[in-house]
């Protein structure tokens, strides 16, 4: 079962875990929950699993996936300030010219969630 929340993740980002805390409190928390709950289900879509907290015996660890996903989402996709509020633009309706826009096409789980679901590994055989 899945009991992490905005909270948790808010935790994962504090000032001495990690390097990149400024990056995830420069967002709202109506922002960053809402690209927390997208992390979720992007990774559960691309992964065919059913998240659950991780034990502390797992080698790979589910949650710390999620939360570099959701640093990802926000880092990597164009938004519009309107009125105070933050609005993800569709890529669809994108101005192409723009080119320095963030952009998340061909690139569905980060490097970093990768590295934290084992994705990213090689395996060597002979033979």
């Not at 879509?45 to 570099?68: H, K, M, Q, R």
């Not at 105070?84 to 309706?93: F, K, P, R, T, W």
């Not at 994108?94 to 690139?107: H, L, M």
Request: charge should be negative.
């Amino acid at each position: 079962m899945w009991t992490k929340t905005l909270d948790d993740v808010d935790i994962y980002f504090y000032p001495d875990h990690h390097v990149q805390s400024y990056s995830w409190r420069k967002f709202d928390k109506d922002t960053r929950e809402a690209a927390y709950t997208q992390a979720q289900r992007e990774l559960q879509v691309s992964l065919g699993i059913t998240l659950a907290d991780p034990d502390d015996d797992d080698v790979y660890n589910v949650f710390y996936a999620v939360c570099e996903q959701s640093l990802y989402i926000l880092l990597n996709t164009p938004r519009q300030e309107e009125d105070g509020v933050s609005n993800v633009i569709d890529e669809g309706d994108e101005d192409k010219e723009n080119k320095s826009a963030p952009t998340r096409q061909g690139v569905l789980i980060c490097p970093q969630a990768s590295r934290y679901l084992g994705l990213n590994r090689i395996k060597m055989s002979r033979g």
